[in-house]
């Protein structure tokens, strides 16, 4: 294996396939074990060192390596790279014994007793110089090492100290708040402080937004907004030593992407990174999950400007134990899961966690090795992926053309729209964000799913589903998106308030409201089990509202109820032929499907249902995903070589239920 | 305008009409344009100053009074008048920063951090002198203005500080209970702590109500009277300041009654109101939000002696923002909840507020200028409302007659009944009270919803529903009214504690046993899903008892189930042609319906469905308000003056769809 | 009557008939007509002073016995025997106030505040002197009074205390973690704690499961030993000092046993009881409330090895006060309720409590003596049920013959299932027990409910439900129990985990793969709404299992679903014509009803639907309970003669709806 250093070459040569390696948990017998059946499966990487902090550094800066040193020649003399990590997630017993004031406090102010992970305040300074030795020791002793190929920094930053409360978090958040307002009045006009008389006379003065009171909503949001700095700022010190020490080596963490407002502000954090990762998990009653591994990938993808590929850093193999019914994977479906990812621009899968623990906190969490050992079909399976990786090494370094479909997906808008009361307090964000993404999905249309800063440039329709809160930056980049001869479809709960949480006056959706021709005088939400009609049939519930034409085509009106007869949709021409599209009702799934029908003429002959295809070029290749989530054996018309099973295609692929296929060809 | 001072004179001439008024969130060019609207839409009254305190006292001691003597100048020359509030529910940044100690504490002992409203301790004597001083400080100054016409003391006391556990609250609360008590034999013989061992040696000893655990009922109810006590003796303490300096101007503040068990005790509080004003908001999943509007009314009316009128002081234009999901009025329904609220006794109806906020927590709840402006269907309908309300100068002053039926409310004996445990530990004090109150009132029937201690005379009809605790004077009363020949109709749930929480022994429902000539040997509460049903025909679920007749007249009995046979419903015949009814299941609104329908027999022709009519009268004028809350026109056979369009109805009234129409007619 | 004592008989003679009283809540001329009526009713034992500490310790080492003594006069002068009670469930005021730090800490370090029961740290010496300085100062003074016949140590240990995360308890924790393991590398090792980097390097670094985050699952099982510990310790230390006053008396506490796992460790407390004593309440939306009588003492029975007869302790006699709606018992209920557990082995059955409180947090309890009086249903069947017991004097000494069928029943096993994550976590360990008990228990198929460490000799048929957690020493008795000749049926998240709480690897269940011959590679919960088929029509809910099988008959296969065609149902023979079947799907009561009517051959007729039959055998006679649940007469083929009628029943019992019968009869 040759393996690849910071010079912009992804860590692995082809495609990376492994797992978080914990090999603490068991006896070195089974150390030598794990290489021989990682060579089995295939597997070319593995993350180590996650949760090795109280292991190596066993008292206050005396450190005992041996274990560690064992495992890195093990794995070296087994080929396998290593992605190590900074094991800053999982400080020691004896540090927090030490330091209790390290501990994060939550909203109600109660401290996060130790047991779990991430169980220091981002803004402690003390703990972050404990964190950044330890970086530091880690990466002078590892870092030159061949097999040594990306540092992961910590994992999964804010799961556990997303939000911390405590008075160091207090005080940083006021330094955070000086600097972004520079004055008290610049702070109060801000925070529309005045009502409930709040206006502050001091910073001092200041809080988190503790306790259970309704709170000002542009405090909550700078709050999260500083919440997510200050967890950056940690990656960045650690991130500022392994660059020290190793200036050639890619840095990354592992993100937590999905549909919901994140815990921390990705899309911001990603030019950080230089390879960026991500942590993805299905959840049991979704009822399409696999939509929802490709929503994660066309947002990963979008976090770079350039679109380059990125690393699944976790998945499952099968179940997890931390939902409430923890749905085992179909057969075949973490190996479609996997391929999927690839398709959307991964260069490598990986999982969490390489054998499936004996004991503690995630013992019934799934591995690559299950309980059960290699006997099963999760190994069988994981054997297989295992080939197919290695089948499509060629992949590497390809990335997705850009989509013909751009949707907004911002974190500061999910904060902003999910948090504070609101007309309707219980939409939720990731779903309206994802029933329109899935309607493009199933017409196998290629969707980016971007943050609103990026380049507008190259899309043949943007939606901007829900994004409640929109700077006006953003809101003339839009416009001038439509009038250059783009489609804006713009949906519920977007536009309304200003990049401080006020609302913009003048009628919803007010960053919009021009661009689209039409107002909304009033929001009017439904009630539990209520149900709205528009006259062409189409349906919904949670949200209407009473819509003012001043310059648009009604495509549709509401039927029946306080609304009857009153514009839902509309549309407006605008500049060069393009189009200003105004959804004011949250339409249905299936409504949303027949407007996306609509919306995109197509010539081509439509894919089975069940059948996504997603596409990654080179300069001269295109490899072409043909994945049957369907349960029936399915005809696809394409043209190429099969990557998988290394046959020609002339004209017709034969997909059987369930499986994948990658056809390379000519562009 | 002409301005009315303290001398029992109502504080505008004509009916009020207005809104909080908080201009502090907006700047000086749309304080001019408010007034102008203000005036376009009739407004004649707004409470200013509500959240003031933090922009006029900046410092400690230190006063800014600029733009609020520009706001009351502005108001002065527009004309519109002042209700001007102490803002003391607002207590200022640097005052709760200095002072963490006034934070309320809840039952839990976590503090009710900054950022809300309402967060001092009632008990805090350091916090009263500020809130004294700033009274004094905006009395002194404002209060010889000629449009300052009423005091409004605070803002919705209890709204976030209606029960505070801290040391200061236990030791006011042991305070309170030597008063009471006297002794510590007194107290422990009227709490039956000898139960569970909880004898008290030492007053010291006495913690209010901290934690989850059960806790003595009598102990809890003695600390929601306290914490009641408590908020009225800051609100005298205001009121008392604002007199010495102003002994001509009304003082008030601002109830929040409805049919829940209220945060305090406002029957007792009404006595030390010059006007007694209320806020009411309907719910989003109220079926018959216009019955919750009467029920208030008919309570607000109920509270004063002389049953004089009352201001809505608050309720909305349409959504709020505080429930789950919040309904936007329909077209209509605010004028219809507006004029509702006068027929059934205001004087006046205000709304939170004037102008909907940009920012701050309340953003998204309506105002009378919503976020999109004027050109809106809410301010069209504010205007003409504002119309209306001028055409209905000549009902100011009238007065609701005494109603047919008196329906009795206690709030004492709702926090007796839902706190604590019991054999049905979900039934809901409001709904069960509503459910009564619904039945007469869609009979026109004029209804008083009364404190116990009123007097019963003049009713015909006296219900006690839900009276969970009867103190022995009532007992009396009630008894004395059916021996007079009224009618005494009791529901379940009453009479079964006196004063002290203690069960009455010798059978449900002790405090009526004797008027009844029943008891029950035992309460029989059903499952959930589970329904009774009586020999009748009627049923209903969640509470049935074991009835024994000692000198009653069975009139329907139970059918099937464990009490197939037993008696549920008995009459008795008392006194001068007296009756007393004992409804001992909790019979479904249908079947209540029909009970009340079988009671009160009628010679008149019943109204249309959904058809409202509420009288006020003057000595010799009678003001019929006739409300069509159903979706189609009507006709209603009535004669007189018809005020809002000042036609003259000859006998039948034409009455459209959700409209209003008021009647001046001779008596 | 004559009163027994500790010479190993029974503290009454007869059974045992009465209730907690407690005459502290009423005035002296109650007390008389309490005796009266006790007398009337039977009742020949009460349990006394249960809430006194308060009332008899008024200040520190200051006491005052006056209402005791006289009280103890007047159930002598009565004939009521006493066990009377150590009060330490309810520490004074007076000592609560004194030292707060007594009070239990939860896990999120809220402090029980004062004002219910048991609010005291278990690990608190300094309390625990206290407790046994009063428990001395009592036996001192009443231990030699002859109706003093056994003594109630505190009073439903763990309700309010079972688990405290104070600092003590913490200290205490770490004492006992030290003996257990005696070096943290055995404990690391125990705990796996190398996961998430937890390795301890001190034990003080250990702390209890406090805060709400995952936890370590072996940490959280041992401190839930720990707890069970403590209390023990506790309850010894009490014992201790009454066995050196009074060496003869016989020394309890009260358990609360049911399906659920306990608050503490019953079945390992049991050896410390002279006589195990039960407190047993329905759930009211329990269907099968009489399976779940049974299965209480099924278990009762089973905890002491020579299966002798026990006192329940507490029951109600109709409605109870802390269930969401509590049902009030139907007429007889309580009388086959009682009878029941006399059936299922108790000598004798005792109330919470003599007389329906007036005040207090349990007011709204049935009592025998109801708040309406002598004059009540309620009161008559306290009475009958007296008759019935004096009737059923001979029975007072026999036990139930062993059971065809033993149940493993263990709380550990519960614990560690019902905490932590798990592949699904919404599985109710009471649940899956009772599913198996119900459908053995409707046959009239004599059952055992278990501890593990019992010996299995004997049974005929040992059912495994849910015994997640099983050491190696129960694995290897479960096979040779097989070997031997008997049927072993282990059903579903079973054997998964071994004394540590980890995984048993290789295959799920992994403490008998070997013996049951299959293997389950993976756990495939199902979510919500979804049901499971199998081949043979059975099917059921929440879990199944892809089983692989080594050496076994499959006797149902999975039918559809991503199992479809896999086993379901295994069954091998085993040794000298033993069985082991494996059921590896949550298949529902109706077919575990079908399974287990296959399972047992039965020659007999069956009795009809509703009826329960069970035994208690002396060396030469039979006492047969026939209890009718159902709601209609029936015929029962049975001999003997009938103690409740003293009448003699020739070949045919003529059982009325709801009625007990008991057959005496030779053997």
Redesign the interface.
């Known amino acids: 294996m040759t393996l690849s250093h910071h010079d912009g070459r992804w860590p692995t040569s082809g495609l990376s396939y492994g797992a978080d390696y914990?090999p603490?948990?068991w006896s070195p017998d089974v150390w030598r074990d794990d290489v021989r059946l990682m060579q089995e499966a295939g597997v070319n990487m593995v993350s180590l060192g996650i949760?090795?902090?109280?292991?190596v550094e066993?008292?206050d800066g005396e450190f005992s390596w041996g274990w560690m040193d064992e495992i890195v020649d093990l794995l070296e003399e087994g080929g396998i790279a290593i992605d190590l990590a900074t094991?800053t997630a999982?400080p020691?017993?004896?540090l927090?014994?030490e330091h209790p004031e390290f501990r994060p406090v939550d909203h109600?102010?109660?401290?996060?007793?130790?047991?779990?992970?991430l169980?220091w305040c981002p803004s402690n300074l003390v703990f972050r110089s404990y964190a950044t030795r330890i970086a530091r020791a880690v990466a002078e002793r590892y870092g030159d090492r061949e097999h040594v190929v990306m540092w992961h920094v910590g994992n999964e930053f804010g799961g556990?100290n997303g939000r911390c409360y405590c008075d160091t978090s207090a005080a940083a958040f006021r330094r955070w708040l000086r600097e972004k307002y520079g004055t008290l009045d610049a702070l109060n006009e801000a925070?529309?402080?005045?009502?409930?008389?709040?206006?502050?006379?001091?910073f001092?003065?200041i809080?988190p937004?503790?306790?259970?009171?309704?709170?000002?909503?542009?405090?909550v949001l700078d709050f999260d907004r500083f919440s997510s700095d200050e967890l950056l700022q940690h990656y960045l010190a650690e991130r500022a030593v392994l660059k020290e020490v190793t200036p050639d080596l890619p840095v990354t963490t592992n993100f937590m992407v999905g549909a919901e407002p994140d815990v921390v502000d990705y899309a911001r954090w990603a030019p950080h990174m230089d390879v960026v990762a991500n942590d993805h998990y299905t959840r049991?009653?979704d009822a399409t999950p696999q939509q929802d591994v490709a929503f994660s990938g066309d947002r990963m993808r979008s976090m770079t400007t350039d679109r380059r590929p990125w690393l699944l850093m976790e998945h499952s193999t099968?179940?997890v134990?931390?939902?409430?019914?923890?749905?085992?994977k179909?057969?075949g479906e973490m190996i479609r899961n996997s391929l999927s990812h690839i398709a959307h621009g991964a260069d490598g899968v990986m999982f969490f966690q390489w054998r499936?623990?004996?004991?503690?906190?995630?013992?019934?969490h799934?591995g690559m090795v299950?309980?059960?050992?290699e006997d099963?079909?999760?190994f069988r399976e994981v054997c297989e992926l295992g080939r197919h990786l290695r089948a499509l090494a060629p992949v590497q370094g390809s990335r997705a053309p850009q989509g013909r479909v751009g949707i907004l997906f911002d974190d500061e808008a999910g904060w902003a729209m999910t948090k504070?009361?609101?007309?309707?307090?219980?939409l939720p964000y990731g779903t309206l964000v994802r029933d329109w993404h899935r309607a493009f999905w199933r017409l196998n249309v290629g969707i980016d799913v971007l943050p609103p800063w990026n380049s507008f440039a190259g899309y043949e329709v943007l939606v901007v589903p829900a994004l409640f809160l929109v700077d006006d930056d953003t809101a003339r980049r839009v416009t001038e998106f439509a009038e250059a001869g783009g489609t804006v479809v713009v949906g519920v709960v977007s536009g309304i308030v200003d990049e401080?949480?006020?609302?913009r006056?003048?009628?919803?959706p007010g960053a919009f409201r021009d661009l689209l021709g039409v107002?909304?005088?009033?929001?009017?939400?439904?009630?539990?089990g209520d149900r709205f009609e528009l006259d062409n049939g189409w349906g919904g519930i949670?949200w209407t509202e009473?819509v003012?034409v001043r310059d648009a085509e009604v495509t549709a009106r509401y039927s029946g109820g306080?609304l009857d007869g009153l514009p839902a949709i509309t549309s407006r021409a605008v500049g060069q032929g393009g189009r200003a599209i105004y959804v004011s009702a949250a339409i249905d799934p299936a409504s949303i499907g027949e407007f996306v029908g609509d919306l995109l003429s197509s010539d081509e002959n439509p894919l089975p249902d069940g059948v996504e295809l997603v596409v990654r070029d080179t300069d001269d290749e295109r490899f072409s995903f043909v994945i049957n989530h369907s349960l029936r054996d399915v005809r696809v018309p394409i043209a190429g070589v099969e990557l998988l099973t290394g046959l020609a295609v002339d004209d017709i692929l034969e997909l059987p239920a369930g499986e994948v296929r990658v056809i390379r060809s000519s562009i």
Not at 322 to 328: D, M
């Open positions: 914990n603490e948990q949760f090795s902090w109280g292991l066993i008292a094991p999982a020691p017993g004896w927090l014994f109600d102010m109660q401290p996060h007793w130790p047991g779990a992970r169980g556990g925070w529309a402080s005045a009502f409930w008389g709040h206006t502050y006379r001091d001092e003065h809080l937004p503790r306790g259970h009171d309704s709170k000002n909503p542009s405090l049991s009653p099968s179940g134990n931390w939902q409430p019914r923890n749905r085992a179909d057969p499936a623990s004996r004991g503690g906190a995630e013992q019934f799934s299950p309980h059960a050992g099963t079909r999760v504070g009361v609101k007309p309707n307090n219980l401080n949480n006020q609302v006056l003048g009628g919803y107002w909304s005088e009033e929001v009017v939400p439904l009630q539990a949670e009473h003012r306080p």
